[in-house]
Each structure stands twice: as structure tokens, then as C-alpha cells.
């Protein structure tokens, strides 16, 4: 299973879904993009989603909004 989670600090929401997957310890088993670090990584999000809302997580190239959601996903197939 491939995991991107497109993000930014700002985002309490994205801040939220980091902070579970800090406390699963999965953290090298998704691939990370900070998209105000990485602009390639905004314009990626923007190509695949049509904005730039985050968090977003890409599960084998499907994508994933909203963090209570993201969450729910995660502890289910890592816990």
C-alpha cells in the first residue's frame, strides 16, 4: 500500500492527522509532502485534486480528505 499525505503546518487538521501517525510510529510508511515547503509538491496536490485542501491523503493513487476520516483509516490498517 503507497501512502503520500500532502500537509502543511499551518493546518491544525493536518497537524491533527501527524500527530496520529506519530503516536502509531508509522511515520516511514507514508511519504510525507509539505506543500508549503515543496512547491511541487502544492502544484502536484493541485493537478490531482483541483485545490489545494489539506490534509489529503493518496492511498494507492485514491485520495482521502477530511482528518477524522485520514484518522479513522489509519488506525484501522496500522493498529
Known amino acids: 500500500m503507497k ?7 499551518e493546518c491544525g487538521f ?3 492527522v501527524l500527530n496520529t ?3 502509531l510510529k508509522i511515520q516511514d510508511k507514508i511519504e510525507l509532502k ?5 512547491p511541487e509538491f502544492e502544484k502536484t ?17 485514491k485520495p482521502m480528505r477530511e482528518s ?3 484518522k479513522k483509516f489509519l488506525i484501522k490498517s496500522f493498529l
Open 3 to 9: 501512502l503520500q499525505l500532502y500537509f502543511h503546518h
Open 14 to 16: 493536518s497537524r491533527s
Open 21 to 23: 501517525i506519530n503516536n
Open 34 to 38: 509539505n506543500i508549503r515547503e515543496n
Open 45 to 61: 496536490l493541485i493537478e490531482i485534486m483541483g485545490d489545494k485542501q489539506v490534509p489529503t491523503l493518496i492511498v494507492d493513487e
Open 68 to 70: 477524522e476520516d485520514i
